[in-house]
């Protein structure tokens, strides 16, 4: 028989917190956050943005129709219980242990850090209509206690089925402040990190790309000549061993997090 879960599985991943929250008026903290995050989505995508404190979902905003079948309402009350009936069962023990390992990394990081920090991971997930996709989920915490411990996240979730990834389920935890990028995956459920193969620029024109710029295009906004972005779009293929800007989107959102060096 079939275990089945509820949030409450969720929160006994992230651990018991101790919080100690004077701040009660945080919006403007954390729209302000949500603007200097430089989080990127390959594909259609919505936000939610939930407290660990209360186990609510405080906002959903972008296109939650059309990515869970989830109209933004029925997922507002859904609250926490929602991550648990839109991922399949069978990741969904992988997505608790990534919430473990996430939160016991930033329990580790010096306290400038912890605001720096996020987690991203891959799953199947089941529309409300029952169709199976693959998302992207990119949770970063937006606002933290007195004790520097996040209590407000906002996860940014696109559907990258048209991608084919493979590697499913798989996550990556990023300090941008050190740039440092480590993987998980359900066989070694241990911090793995990753070396970039790309440079500053090339990072630059993959942002491009992504955004579904052309090679002219990209040429035009980084004020260099067209046969140099060219070039750089040839070398980017190479050294991901793609064949097309497609592959290599799917390379970049499975590895790569860091696009601006």
């Known amino acids: 028989m079939k275990r089945t879960y509820s949030h409450i599985d969720i929160a006994r991943a992230f651990g018991k917190q101790d919080y100690i929250i004077y701040e009660k008026d945080y919006k403007e903290q954390l729209l302000r956050k949500l603007n200097e995050t430089s989080l990127w989505a390959a594909g259609k995508c919505f936000s939610l943005i939930g407290n660990t404190n209360t186990w609510r979902t405080e906002m959903v905003t972008g296109k939650s129709l059309e990515v869970s079948g989830y109209e933004k309402e029925e997922v507002l009350n859904l609250n926490a219980q929602f991550v648990v009936q839109f991922i399949v069962l069978e990741d969904l023990p992988f997505v608790m242990e990534i919430t473990r ?13 912890r605001e720096l920090m996020y987690v991203t991971y891959f799953t199947h997930a089941k529309r409300k209509d029952g169709q199976i996709v ?7 915490p937006l606002v ?6 996040p209590f407000i996240f906002g ?3 696109s559907d990258i089925t048209y991608l084919n990834p493979t590697n499913i389920p798989h996550a990556l935890v990023v300090n941008r402040h050190t740039n440092e990028q480590l993987h998980i995956d359900p066989v070694k459920l241990q911090l793995q990190k990753y070396n970039t193969v790309f440079t500053r620029r090339e990072k630059e024109m993959i942002a491009l790309l992504i955004q579904g710029y052309s090679s002219r295009q990209a040429a035009e906004a980084l004020n260099i000549s067209y046969e140099t972005a060219r070039t750089h779009r040839k070398n980017l293929l ?3 061993d793609v064949h097309n800007t497609n592959q290599l989107v799917r390379y970049v959102l499975m590895n790569e997090q860091i696009l601006e060096g």
């Open 101 to 113: 390992v996430g939160m016991e990394y930033l329990h580790r990081l010096p306290l400038e850090q």
């Open 134 to 140: 693959v998302i992207q989920n990119q949770s970063i």
């Open 144 to 149: 933290f206690d007195e004790q520097k411990v």
């Open 155 to 157: 996860n940014i979730i």
């Open 238 to 240: 190479q050294k991901a």
